[in-house]
């Protein structure tokens, strides 16, 4: 037999295990691989969280998805990454609206001074209203403007910190205050402080540098973004829980993706969302007491003052959802539905 022959007979075997074309003969499948930019450091327990949620997918979906995870503005800068998400800079986006309020109108519902006082039931009403198909503008206006919900995140407990003491609503007169959106500069212009428009990553050395006073934000991201060593003064105030920001993706990028890929990216959402929840409610008291250690002081305001505040929130609400409806926006309904949810998940 010749050497040619043997040969055969050696290999014969192999083929017909393995015929040619067959899922065993090729090289395993490369896997999808996706960009994600977000704005804040991985000292923030929120970004650690977005980081875990990509590498949740990667589990779920058995490593067919890998996402590149970019932090901190590395990136993209927070007020570019609906535009970088729309036009493929990046895949996936950690996006807040109130960063670009022209785009997405809808979406400030979710942003509006005192909505949502509780975090936890008010990100169950956001994904709902967001993601179900009872009420689709959401959904609608994102995919006509280039992009696909994944899931909402927020932040919890907004209060007041501050370079000077801000022991009552009175005491807001003449404040640089640094807010976002369109809706919470009406609230601080009308109590007599002056809006000042800014991004997060900004607010350290503004308040360094003396030209902000005061930054209405979250109270644990106050602590992580060490607020504390430049503003000693801490304003514990109800300003709500803003659970509407979303994550986003590419909306090319998800359509080209296997249903049961995108069912999966779903499902690390709602299992990121009850983390989230889980986590600002353990962190709260621990950046609070961490605060007080390091020398800031803490203020309550008296219930009139309380209550003024609440009534000018909740008018502020009111006129928003009346200007957006009389621009063919359903803001009545979206308003009307996102407090029915909110109450919804209290039971």
């Known amino acids: ?132 198909s009872e009420f689709a503008y959401f959904r609608d206006e994102l995919r006509r403007l280039g992009v696909e919900p994944l899931y909402a995140w927020g932040v919890s407990d907004q209060e007041i910190i501050s370079t000077k003491p801000i022991a009552s609503l009175a005491a807001l007169k003449g404040l640089k205050i640094r807010v976002i959106g369109r809706e919470w500069p009406r609230l601080i212009s009308e109590f007599g402080g002056t809006p000042v428009a800014m991004p997060w990553p900004e607010v350290y050395e503004a308040l360094s540098r003396g030209t902000l006073d005061a930054n209405v934000g979250f109270v644990v991201a106050n602590r992580d973004g060490k607020i504390y060593e430049v503003a000693k003064h801490h304003t514990r105030v109800n300003l709500g829980a803003p659970a509407g920001p979303s994550a986003i993706i590419n909306k090319r990028t998800w359509d080209g993706l296997p249903k049961d890929i995108q069912q999966a990216m779903r499902e690390a959402g709602q299992a990121y969302t009850e983390h989230l929840a889980d986590i600002y409610d353990k962190e709260l008291n621990e950046a609070v007491k961490e605060m007080e250690a390091k020398g800031v002081r803490f203020y309550e305001w008296s219930s009139g003052d309380r209550e003024k505040l609440q009534a000018a929130m909740e008018t502020l609400w009111q006129a928003w959802a009346k200007e957006i409806t009389a621009k063919g926006i359903p803001g009545n309904e979206a308003l009307r539905r996102y407090i029915e949810l909110q109450k919804k998940h209290s039971r």
């Open 1 to 132: 037999m010749s050497r040619f022959l043997r040969v055969i007979c050696l290999l014969a075997p192999l083929f017909l295990l393995f015929p040619p074309g067959s899922p065993l003969a090729q090289e395993p499948a490369k896997p999808i691989r996706l960009k994600k930019a977000d704005f804040q450091p991985l000292t923030n327990s929120r970004a650690l969280l977005s980081k875990a949620w990509a590498e949740d997918v990667e589990k779920r979906t058995q490593g067919r998805v890998k996402i590149d995870y970019f932090p901190a503005e590395s990136l993209l800068k927070a007020a570019e990454i609906f535009e970088g998400t729309r036009t493929g800079v990046t895949d996936i986006g950690i996006w807040v609206q109130a960063y670009n309020p022209a785009v997405s109108p809808i979406s400030a519902l979710f942003t509006l001074p005192g909505i949502s006082p509780q975090f936890r039931l008010a990100i169950r009403a956001a994904n709902e209203l967001v993601l179900s």
